[in-house]
């Protein structure tokens, strides 16, 4: 094929998928990437991170990545690097954890932790107890403290649940820790939770918690892949390197070769935004949600919890049927089997305007429903 006819040929392909630049996008955890991200990643898109002795730039713009999160944080000693996402980074986090307990199995993880937290059980040969959620779909403090015995070996939180976006009490589980793995899921939260004004923490001064998750490819608006896995310190990495012979470094990452041009791109993004930039689009983030509850209500629509970060769960009568309509009407929205919610994720590319839209439309939809 000549070059034309295979860019021809990727236009055309791409053109029949919708676009976040519609606006229609209503469940996903991503959005378009900046253009400087995208410069970014094409300069360095031939480069391994891996190779850090070909590489020395990736190998410092990866360090930068990580002092700023360190920033973020609010410790100076922060270790830990860029995944190809959250899924990855949970994997790492309880490798870790299996490490630094050795002779203990069993995790305690709520019901509603992302399904990378089975997948990491699962390879790595760990028994997950799950814990069930109170009211406002929170994981249950005391039904984790009911759990813990002496063969547990990791707790594990979620600050911005997959379906609802809700945090769990990451300060109270911190008083149950000391001598067992604290890990928190901040895959989607970890990019909003420090830009709000809020009482929400997540950072290192949570004195028990280990290791966090938290994504540049979902709020932190990096492309994909860019997921980060952060330590209290390097000593935790310590615990996962190896020494290949053919190698002249040490490697502590689950993957061996790994994508310069995502470590480019997500240094870009968060040094084009900055921690002011994060903060204002969260602020328009969190004012979109708030506008969006406000106009359900009005429709005497259920939502599920009040939201802390900038997802609604909603639960309108005739559920199925309503979901149906909007479907129809071109408006990408998805269901959660577990809370029965439409779950709608108010990330950048879900504008007031976008918000009027669906809301005129799901006022109808209901109408018609009755
Ligand atoms: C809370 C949470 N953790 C982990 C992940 C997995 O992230 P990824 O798809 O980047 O592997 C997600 C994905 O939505 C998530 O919501």
Request: hydrophobic share 40%.
């Amino acid at each position: 094929m000549y070059k034309r006819e295979i860019i021809d040929k990727l236009r055309r392909m791409r053109s029949e998928d919708q676009s976040y630049t519609d606006g229609r996008i209503l469940s996903s955890v991503s959005t378009k990437p900046l253009n400087v991200a995208i410069k970014a990643y094409e300069i360095f898109s031939d480069t391994n991170a891996l190779d850090t002795h070909v590489f020395r730039s990736v190998e410092r713009l990866e360090r930068d990545i990580i002092e700023w999160f360190g920033k973020l944080l609010k410790n100076r000693k922060t270790a830990g690097y860029i995944t190809t996402g959250g899924t990855e980074a949970n994997i790492v986090a309880l490798f870790v954890a299996k490490k630094t307990y050795p002779k203990k199995r069993e995790i305690l993880v709520p019901e509603s932790a992302h399904y990378s937290i089975q997948r990491a059980a699962d390879l790595l040969g760990l028994r997950i107890k799950y814990v069930p959620l109170d009211r406002d779909f929170r994981v249950d403090v005391s039904e984790i403290e009911n759990r813990i015995n002496k063969d547990t070996l990791a707790i594990v939180a979620t600050a911005g649940t997959s379906a609802l976006g809700v945090v769990d009490p990451i300060e109270e589980i911190n008083e149950l820790c000391g001598n067992i793995f604290f890990h928190v899921d901040a895959a989607f939260g970890g990019f909003v939770i420090p830009f709000l004004d809020s009482k929400l923490r997540i950072d290192f001064s949570i004195e028990n918690m280990d290791s966090i998750t938290i994504d540049p490819h979902k709020m932190g608006l990096a492309p994909i892949p860019s997921g980060a896995i952060l330590f209290r310190d390097k000593s935790y990495l310590d615990k996962l390197k190896t020494s290949p012979t053919y190698l002249p470094s040490q490697p502590f990452t689950l993957s061996g070769s790994r994508s310069g041009g995502a470590i480019a791109a997500t240094w870009a993004t968060i040094n084009y935004l900055g921690m002011d930039g994060y903060r204002r689009i969260v602020k328009r983030c969190m004012e979109n949600t708030r506008f969006l509850c406000r106009e359900l209500r009005k429709m005497d629509v259920n939502i599920l919890v009040e939201p802390e970060l900038n997802v609604v769960g909603i639960r309108p009568r005739n559920l199925e049927r309503v979901w149906t309509l909007l479907r129809g009407r071109g408006w990408n929205i998805l269901m959660d089997t577990h809370s029965k919610s439409l779950r709608v994720v108010v990330m950048p590319h879900v504008t007031e305007k976008v918000i009027g839209e669906f809301v005129r439309d799901l006022r109808e939809i209901i109408q018609l429903c009755l």
